[in-house]
């Protein structure tokens, strides 16, 4: 793989120890083969950016910088946030972006989750993406980004990544534990149930528990998405619970219907012209935490987790 | 004696009745019916009564439900009941009970995951023994539920009699109930111009139907179709999605306008990536998460 494809996504994966490094590689990236109609952004840093624009400030001059800290937030607002980049651009013969990662520890499965539905959410965009990753990022991030980039790049040359797994595979296995909270549940009912009704007791056990009024409005519609979602795909009724301590705010809802079909379930940005798909992917950009596991014999367990 | 849920939780394999005294709320239903449907990549068959066919094919296509992508699918279909219920004057339980097994059989081979079926019946009304007929299909078709068959039945509450009502009620698993059994929505319109709608309560999957049809009734007048959101203590995530939409479908010059959206709508509309979208003007966002009526 010595060439980027004239069409189509590329999602390839930069691991590097310093700034020098870093700007050799963007030299490399955006140099390579470039057309008047490109559109290159780089989302890093203010200093790592500014250590490719002096290395070669004639291919600087055309990049957008765009600063990591206004750019990282819940992991899937990264694929909200480029599919709007993609939708500015929609004219460029090609997008190329850097996005130096900035992700924590605590966030490592998610976003490694993120990086996976790349690879299918703008398969058919014609975009090349570098993920960039310092030594300094969580071994933890780095070692399951691995496995979600099909090429890497080294020296300015794209290698096949060995490691790389299919989302399809690699998504299933990136699960979180999220245990079952030990306390009593401010809500445990059956679903069909009054959501109304709902809500107003879990935004009355938020208040008492000293919750913004932001993240109990966040909460509140993580709450009614997995409920409705259990209704419409989740066979039309199951359990919801919800757990209010001063530690998160912790929402499960078991159904017994058919299970999950689409393992990138609230990865992918709803189309603006059907129905459907816009709930869980909604859900991602409210909660900390989202897990839809399977549960035996069948059905799903769907757990959303905001923290204090 | 039936369950009563509301049209947004009807399961696969449930065999629903509705008896009507308003069209709008079989229009309600149906529309309601097919969504859920649709989503659940089910073939959709309605027959509504022949002269609320197009009303009902017009609601589906207006609120982004019957898209060009499912109807290019053959997924969903329209048709007059008048001419598929009876025929020759004739109601057969065991005819229409075939065509029904046919029909699953089909939409399983074209790649759906089953057939949800709504008929309007009240034409059997006018046929000889009619509702007698009628009753005893509703009894007799029981077994085509082993298949994945979710069937609607619809009656006009005009010509059947309370009694016979009941005992066409009495067989199906469950009965319809069109009120919303979450928070309220309330709206007020005002009839001098600029003409705008206020939106009072919550949205969710239980009561959308009731925004789409103050939505479509403001739609009817030539100006901008006006909410104002200053009252509105909750929208999810589809009802927000089914506004964008709403507006992207507009003919050109027209416009959805939104005012004192709160900020958190305002945040839902942006995480859907609608804030751009053609023809919908967001006239003020309020900082207030929660605001109460």
Not at chain 1, 215 to 243: K, M, P, S, Y
């Amino acid at each position: 793989v010595s060439s980027h494809h004239a069409r189509g996504l590329d999602h390839d994966l930069l691991l590097y120890d310093d700034n020098a490094t870093f700007a050799k590689e963007l030299a490399a990236f955006f140099g390579d083969d470039p057309t008047p109609w490109d559109q290159h952004i780089v989302i890093a840093p203010r200093d790592r950016f500014l250590a490719f624009a002096d290395l070669v400030p004639e291919v600087a001059d055309g990049v957008v910088h765009i600063d990591a800290a206004e750019w990282y937030g819940r992991p899937v607002s990264a694929l909200s946030r480029c599919r709007q980049l993609l939708r500015r651009h929609r004219d460029a013969s090609r997008v190329r972006i850097v996005g130096d990662v900035a992700i924590g520890h605590d966030d490592c499965v998610e976003w490694a989750r993120c990086e996976s539905a790349i690879n299918e959410v703008f398969a058919d965009f014609p975009v090349s993406i570098l993920c960039s990753y310092h030594s300094d990022v969580p071994r933890a991030v780095v070692d399951r980004a691995r496995q979600a980039h099909p090429a890497v790049v080294e020296s300015g040359v794209r290698f096949p990544n060995v490691s790389y797994r299919e989302p399809a595979v690699l998504v299933p296995e990136l699960r979180l534990d999220l245990p079952v909270p030990t306390g009593r549940p401010v809500v445990d009912v059956d679903l069909p149930a009054a959501l109304s009704a709902v809500r107003r007791e879990i935004e009355q056990a938020a208040q008492r528990a000293r919750y913004g009024e932001a993240a109990i409005h966040d909460f509140l519609v993580a709450v009614t998405e997995l409920a409705t979602n259990a209704l419409v795909h989740g066979g039309g009724a199951g359990r919801l619970q919800v757990w209010c301590d001063h530690r998160a705010l912790h929402c499960e809802v078991n159904d017994e219907g058919p299970g999950l079909r689409d393992v990138l379930a609230g990865y992918r940005p709803p189309a603006l012209d059907s129905v459907g798909g816009a709930g869980l992917w909604a859900t991602r950009h409210l909660v900390d935490r989202l897990e839809l596991l399977a549960n035996e014999p069948h059905g799903v367990r769907a757990v959303a987790r905001l923290s204090a | 004696v039936p369950a009563v849920r509301p049209i947004s939780a009807v399961l696969p394999r449930d065999h629903c009745c509705l008896p009507y005294d308003d069209h709008d709320h079989a229009l309600d239903a149906l529309v309601g019916f097919a969504r859920t449907g649709l989503e659940r990549r089910e073939k959709v068959v309605l027959l509504p009564r022949s002269a609320m066919t197009q009303i009902v094919f017009d609601r589906l296509r207006d609120t982004g439900i019957a898209s060009d992508a499912v109807l290019a699918s053959s997924q969903l279909v329209v048709a007059p009941a008048d001419h598929h219920m009876v025929s020759g004057n004739r109601f057969d339980p065991g005819e229409r009970i075939g065509l029904l097994m046919e029909g699953v059989r089909h939409a399983l081979a074209e790649g759906f995951e089953g057939l949800r079926f709504a008929g309007d019946a009240s034409c059997v009304a006018d046929v000889r023994a009619g509702t007698e007929l009628l009753t005893r299909y509703e009894y007799d078709v029981s077994p085509a539920f082993d298949q994945p068959l979710t069937m609607l039945c619809l009656f006009d509450s005009a010509r059947f009699s309370a009694t016979e009502i009941g005992a066409l009620e009495d067989a199906h698993d469950i009965r319809i109930d069109l009120q919303p059994p979450t928070g309220r929505l309330e709206t007020v319109t005002s009839t001098v111009q600029p003409r705008r709608c206020r939106i009072i309560g919550e949205i969710d999957g239980c009561n959308l139907a009731q925004l789409v049809e103050v939505v479509n009734r403001l739609a009817a007048h030539d100006d901008d179709i006006h909410l104002d959101l200053s009252e509105l203590r909750f929208i999810d995530a589809a009802a927000t999605g089914w506004l964008c939409r709403y507006a992207r479908n507009l003919p050109s010059g027209r416009r959805l306008l939104l005012s004192a959206v709160s900020a958190t709508t305002n945040q839902m509309i942006r995480i859907l990536g609608a804030h751009q979208t053609p023809n919908l003007v967001i006239d003020g966002v309020v900082d207030n998460v929660r605001r109460h009526a």
